[in-house]
């Protein structure tokens, strides 16, 4: 099967810092990457959708400035929070397709994000 | 706006009992997808079904879709203690040349042994 990894499982930081959080298609090449945020029993929202080469595409709400997406390879998304504040405390779910339009996406296992 | 919402929001059974949750949404789709989510963990991929498709199965999930009425539902027959989950439908649906899922608000399943 399709394995996505994430890095880190998660992390504590401080009020004003940036955490860098990754995602990797293990086994497969990735031409499209999600990155979605789930608030504590609560859904899932969608972030923004990167293509690999592409400037990342971000859903109405979500600061680009703030979250930072890189996709430079087929097989790493990086999400970097800039100077993450307590309300970014969340978890960070990633997923991959193989191709734009892909009907699957494989998710990675999420990185838990506690900022103090 | 949330595609997708889902009910119950909780659902507490014994072992061995059948578990029903419903899925409505809003705009037309490609596919409707239902994933797993164990606490504070990732999500699983159960099942996929296609807007031409009107029912399917895997092992002891069975999925139905009702297009007309823009609704799905998931069965887990003979449920087990470890199907203890949060269960979410997504849809699949176009926007330009992309394809996104957007997730139901969830049903939190408690299987009592």
């Known amino acids: 099967g399709a394995v996505v990894s994430q890095h880190p499982s998660w992390v504590i930081c401080k009020s004003g810092t940036s955490v860098k959080i990754e995602c990797r298609s293990l086994d497969f090449q990735a031409t499209t990457m999600f990155w979605y945020r789930q608030f504590p029993k609560q859904s899932l929202m969608l972030m923004a959708t990167s293509n690999e080469g592409s400037k990342a595409t971000y859903e109405q709400g979500v600061e680009k400035d703030k979250f930072l997406i890189n996709h430079a390879s087929l097989t790493l998304s990086t999400l970097t929070v800039t100077s993450a504040h307590p309300e970014d405390s969340s978890f960070y779910i990633c997923?991959?397709?193989?191709?734009?339009?892909?009907?699957?996406?494989?998710f990675g296992p999420g990185t838990r994000l506690t900022v103090l | 706006s949330q595609q997708g919402e889902e009910d119950p929001q909780a659902l507490s059974i014994q072992e061995g009992e059948n578990a029903t949750m419903n899925c409505s949404y809003k705009?037309?789709?490609?596919?409707l997808q239902w994933y797993r989510q164990n606490s504070g963990r990732g999500l699983v991929h159960l099942i996929l079904?296609?807007?031409?498709?009107r029912e399917k199965h895997s092992g002891r999930l069975r999925v139905t879709l009702d297009t007309s009425k823009k609704s799905s539902s998931l069965l887990i027959t003979a449920s087990r203690a470890a199907d203890t989950a949060s269960y979410f439908c997504?849809?699949?649906?176009?926007?330009?040349?992309?394809?996104?899922?957007?997730f139901g608000s969830g049903t939190q399943l408690t299987v009592l042994p």
């Open positions: 997504a849809t699949d649906a176009p926007r330009g040349s992309a394809r996104q899922l957007t």
């Open positions: 997923s991959a397709g193989r191709y734009i339009g892909a009907d699957t996406q494989y």
């Open positions: 705009t037309s789709i490609n596919n």
């Open positions: 079904i296609r807007s031409n498709e």
